[in-house]
């Protein structure tokens, strides 16, 4: 089923979220669609403990903070998000609309396309080690769809962080044996799920391993295990039938390189009147974008989310005629905002 709508916000970090807010005010309804399971882009992906100084009239606000805050200003817009899906392919149809489909099949048919995608989407950080792209997919993993298949085999994962620590634990007792590998002694993850691992780390049912992987290793042309070279330099061959990498998320630019975008290097050409691409329709805001003097705050992502609004409002109805209205004064806004009838 296609979704039609009037615009499409790729992205939901701090821009793309105050854009949901921008176009509320207009009586814009804005479907949101982002890579990561959750909103917040970088602040809640990167840094969603640490405190930001410069958000105007916030004194200290922490990265995680800003984007509950974010939230609770949208919802009276209801935007409709799609989370946990990467906006894969967007083509201009005869219509002069767009056509998106994501990762997960949802197509929409929009009249206009907000790119809010910061540095790119969030991506799992691949396995590079030599011979491990033949095996990418089928016997080395990203992310554990079905954990019960793994029942009774050897595995190996990779990470120090709480996603690799609590698969770890997870599957332990269920999969022959564990090799749990990270590249130094010190862990990112919960010291409780540390101090777990640490006490169940037998040697047999499960082992830690320090090193780095250094290539794949078959035995009669099937999937044998990985060679991993420990601290001293010394190779060890470790056997298993999945392998599981846990090394976090990093932006990628990706499929947006492909959609015929004016780009100066990994960002997207954009006016500072409308903060509209090389493509009519199609705006950028915040991270994504550059012109002259850009700077990469989430400031400037609001301030252009603002103007982009009325920009796709004159899009979307070409035959009228936009007003600018405060939200203090506005009986209009006021019921758009719903605080009053
Ligand atoms: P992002 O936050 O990057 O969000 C973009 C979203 O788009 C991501 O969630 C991504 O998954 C999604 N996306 C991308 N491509 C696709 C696709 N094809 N399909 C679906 N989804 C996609 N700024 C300040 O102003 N003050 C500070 O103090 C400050 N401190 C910082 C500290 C750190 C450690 C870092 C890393 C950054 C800091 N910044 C700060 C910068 C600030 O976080 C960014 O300017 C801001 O996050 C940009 O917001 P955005 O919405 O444009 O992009």
């Known amino acids: 089923m296609t979704i039609q709508t009037d615009v499409v916000i790729i992205g939901a970090g701090p821009s793309g979220l105050f854009q949901v807010f921008e176009l509320g005010l207009l009586d814009i309804h804005a479907h949101v669609v982002d890579s990561l399971p959750q909103v917040g882009g ?14 105007p009239a916030l004194p200290i606000c922490g990265a995680q903070e800003l984007v509950d805050r974010l939230m609770e200003q949208i919802a009276p817009f209801k935007p409709e998000l799609h989370l946990g899906q990467t906006v894969t392919r967007l083509e201009q149809t005869a219509a002069g609309r767009f056509r998106l489909e994501t990762s997960a099949g949802t197509v929409f048919d929009t009249a206009t396309v907000i790119l809010a995608a910061g540095l790119g989407a969030f991506q ?22 079905d954990p019960e298949s793994l029942s009774g085999k050897r595995l190996i994962i990779l990470g120090g962080g709480d996603s690799a620590l609590d698969w770890t634990l997870e599957l332990h007792g269920k999969a022959e044996h564990i090799t749990l590998v990270h590249r130094r002694s010190e862990y990112r993850a919960q010291p409780a799920s540390v101090s777990k691992m640490k006490n169940l780390a037998d040697g047999r049912t499960l082992k830690e391993f320090h090193g780095h992987v250094r290539s794949v290793f078959e035995t009669e042309g099937a999937f044998g295990g990985l060679e991993i070279v420990d601290p001293a330099g010394e190779h060890h061959q470790v056997a298993a039938d999945e392998v599981f990498v846990f090394w976090g998320l990093s932006p ?59 920009a796709v409002q004159q899009h979307v109805h070409p035959d009228e005629k936009v007003r600018l209205q405060y939200t203090t004064t506005s009986p209009l806004m006021h019921k758009r905002l719903g605080v009053s009838d």
């Open 252 to 310: 990628n630019l990706g499929p947006i390189a492909e959609w015929g975008l004016d780009l100066d290097k990994r960002q997207v050409r954009v006016d500072t009147e409308k903060f509209q691409t090389n493509i009519p329709g199609l705006f950028a805001v915040g991270d994504i974008n550059t012109y002259p003097g850009k700077k990469k705050l989430i400031l400037s992502g609001f301030h252009e989310a603002a103007l982009a609004a009325f």
């Open 124 to 145: 799992p950080r691949r396995l590079r080690a030599q011979g491990a792209d033949a095996w990418e997919h089928r016997t080395i993993h990203y992310r554990i769809r």
């Open 42 to 55: 970088q602040c809640a992906e990167l840094y969603p403990d640490k405190p930001i100084y410069d958000i």
